[in-house]
């Protein structure tokens, strides 16, 4: 080859390389996944043909959140397989993919519900607890769960089961309203 003719060549395959790995690039789907047993959160991104859902390969991480960490610590979850639910994803052509763990994704890094489901535990409400925990994982009714421990719960928390026990019975009517959210059809 003459060297003109060399360099075009290299110019032409250094510029098909970088086409290459922009289209990789560009053709990135992100997205965050919710556990619908303990509340861990999983962030992955694969890397796709464009404007396809073929991937080529894939990236994870897993982060726990108060109320997986709490689950764990307290045994109410025991070590298991995460079962994720799609909360929110983008890339490759999609401007914005929502699922229904997004209605679930605020709820499980909420400190307040952690503490409080903890607190149920301690002191033996374990109904109460079973409760929260299945409202929580539904997203019909986890942002009303989310409400209940932000707004509803002492901030101080619960010195005594007696205090909690009195807490529960004024929350009963809030907790039919739950009830009845999640029962809609």
Excluded at 46 to 60: A, C, D, K, V
Excluded at 73 to 85: A, D, R
């Amino acid at each position: 080859m003459m060297p003109r003719t060399k360099a075009i060549w290299w110019a032409c395959a250094g510029t098909g390389a970088g086409l290459v790995v922009l289209a990789l690039l560009l053709s990135a789907f992100s997205w965050c996944s919710v556990c619908s047993r303990c509340g861990a959160l999983q962030y992955s991104t694969e890397w796709q043909i464009p404007f396809t859902s073929l991937g080529l390969f894939r990236h994870s991480s897993e982060r726990a959140t108060p109320v997986s960490t709490g689950f764990l610590n307290t045994g109410i979850v025991p070590p298991h397989k995460h079962v994720w639910l799609f909360c929110r994803g983008a890339g490759n052509g999609v401007k914005c993919a929502i699922g229904p763990g997004e209605r679930i994704w605020a709820t499980v890094q909420t400190k307040a519900l952690a503490n409080l489901i903890e607190v149920t535990q301690r002191y033996g409400e374990a109904g109460f607890r079973d409760k929260l925990v299945r409202l929580t994982f539904d997203p019909d009714t986890s942002n009303l769960v989310r409400e209940l421990a932000l707004t509803r719960a002492p901030v101080e928390g619960f010195p005594t089961a007696s205090a909690l026990h009195l807490w529960i019975a004024d929350q009963s009517d809030y907790l039919d309203t739950m009830d009845v959210a999640r029962k809609k059809p």
